[in-house]
C-alpha cells in the first residue's frame, strides 16, 4: 500500500507537475537563482524567488469571446497567493517552470512595465481601451508591497488620463487609494474584488496566501465609501465546496457596496486538472471523488473544458441550479445597483492636445 504523502500547509499546489513544452523532466537550476535553501532542506519549505525579467510588451490584446476584457496586462508572472484552483498556473509552463509549486514560488517581477505601458499610450496609433491590471495573475500580490509595480503603471493611467480595470483579492490595493480616488474623478477605475468563500477555514486551503475574507469585504466597503465602483466576482464556483455560498456571498458583498457581482464555474484545463485533484485528494479527502465528478458534470463529463460560451458558465443541471442562484441573487440584492463603463474618451482628448502643444498648435 503506498503511504500518502504529508499535506504541505501554507502551499496550494502540493507537487511540480512536468512541464508539457519540456522534452526532458527535469528540475530547472541556474547560478543565478539563489533557492536560499539548506542542503537537504525539502523543496516544499524554500521560500518564495523573486526574479527579475525584462519583456518587451506589457499590454496583451485578449482574444477570447468570454472573458470580458479587450486588453490585459500583469506586473507579474505567477502568484503567491496559491489558489489551487487558478486558470493562470499554466501560463508558467511558457517560461519553462512548473504549473505546480513554481507557480507560487518563483515570481517574475516585470520591472520596466510602468515604462513598457507608458510607450503603449504614447503611441500615436492608439486607442483607449480599458486596459485590466491582473487579467492573469494579481497585481497586489505579496510582491507589489516590496516592488510597487502596479503603483507605478496606475500612476502612468493617471498621466494619460487612461481607463483601468483592476482584479484582485488582496487589501494591498487601499494603499493606492489616493491614485483610484483621483482615476475615479475622470472616471477611469473600476474594481473587481475575488470573494470565494465566507468561510476561513475553506479559504486557508483554496487560497492560502491570500487576504482574509473580512479584509476583502472591508476593501469593498473602503472603496465604495469613496465611490469607487467595485464588482464582487465570486469565482470560481466550486461544486461542493463553495457552491452552495453563492447567495450569501453575494448578499455579504451588497451589504458591504457592490454595484456588482458575477461568477464563474471552475474548469481545471491543462496542468490545473492533475494539480487540483492532488490538492483536493489531500486537503479533503472524504470529498474528493464527489466534488471531481460535480465539477465534470458541469462540463460534459470532463475537468478540462475550453468551449467558448460554456466553459465558464457550464451546462447540465448542477450548472444551472448554479446560474438560478445568480439571478435571484441579482434581483433581490443588486435591484437598481449597476457598474459604470469607463471613460475611453478622455485619453483620446488628452493625447491630441499634447499633439497640438508639441506641434505648436
Not at 496586462?73 to 503567491?80: A, R
Not at 454595484?259 to 491543462?270: C, E, K, W
Request: net charge positive; with cysteine; aromatic share 8%.
Amino acid at each position: 500500500m503506498l503511504k500518502q504523502k504529508k499535506y504541505v500547509k501554507g502551499r496550494g499546489a502540493q507537487q511540480n507537475t512536468p512541464n508539457k513544452f519540456l522534452k526532458h523532466i527535469h528540475e530547472i537550476r541556474s547560478d543565478f537563482l539563489d533557492f536560499c535553501a539548506k542542503e537537504g532542506e525539502a523543496v516544499s519549505q524554500r521560500k518564495t524567488q523573486y526574479l527579475p525579467v525584462f519583456p518587451k510588451s506589457i499590454v496583451n490584446k485578449v482574444t477570447s469571446p468570454d472573458v470580458g476584457m479587450e486588453y490585459s496586462m500583469n506586473p507579474y508572472q505567477g502568484c503567491e497567493h496559491g489558489c489551487i484552483y487558478c486558470y493562470a498556473r499554466n501560463t508558467h509552463e511558457y517560461w519553462g517552470l512548473s504549473a505546480g509549486l513554481d507557480f507560487e514560488r518563483q515570481i517574475l517581477i516585470k520591472k520596466n512595465a510602468a515604462s513598457l505601458l507608458e510607450s503603449k499610450l504614447k503611441n500615436s496609433k492608439w486607442k483607449a481601451n480599458t486596459i485590466v491590471l491582473s487579467g492573469n495573475t494579481d497585481c497586489y500580490q505579496p510582491a507589489e508591497q516590496e516592488y510597487k509595480i502596479t503603483r507605478a503603471c496606475l500612476e502612468v493611467f493617471l498621466k494619460y488620463r487612461h481607463p483601468v480595470g483592476i482584479i484582485t483579492k488582496n487589501s494591498l490595493i487601499l494603499r493606492d487609494l489616493d491614485l483610484l480616488k483621483e482615476l475615479n474623478t475622470y472616471g477611469l477605475v473600476g474594481v473587481n474584488i475575488s470573494i470565494t468563500t465566507l468561510s476561513e477555514n475553506t479559504r486557508r486551503i483554496l487560497e492560502p496566501r491570500t487576504a482574509t475574507i473580512k479584509k476583502r469585504l472591508e476593501t469593498i466597503k473602503a472603496l465604495t465609501e469613496n465611490k469607487i465602483p467595485v464588482n464582487a466576482m465570486l469565482a470560481p464556483i466550486i461544486p461542493g465546496i463553495n457552491s452552495h455560498e453563492l447567495i450569501k456571498l453575494s448578499k455579504a458583498a451588497a451589504d458591504y457596496g457592490a454595484s456588482s457581482f458575477g461568477y464563474t464555474i471552475v474548469r481545471l484545463n491543462g496542468a490545473i486538472g492533475h494539480i487540483f485533484s492532488d490538492w483536493i485528494n489531500k486537503a479533503m479527502p472524504d470529498k474528493a471523488e464527489k466534488v471531481l465528478n460535480l465539477i465534470a458534470s458541469c462540463h460534459g463529463g470532463t475537468l478540462n473544458d475550453s468551449r467558448f460560451g460554456l466553459r465558464n458558465t457550464g451546462e447540465g443541471k448542477i450548472a444551472h441550479q448554479i446560474k438560478e442562484m445568480a439571478r435571484l441573487a441579482k434581483l433581490k440584492y443588486y435591484k437598481g445597483r449597476k457598474f459604470p463603463k469607463l471613460n475611453r474618451e478622455l485619453h483620446n482628448e488628452y493625447k491630441h492636445g499634447q499633439w497640438n502643444l508639441f506641434n505648436g498648435q
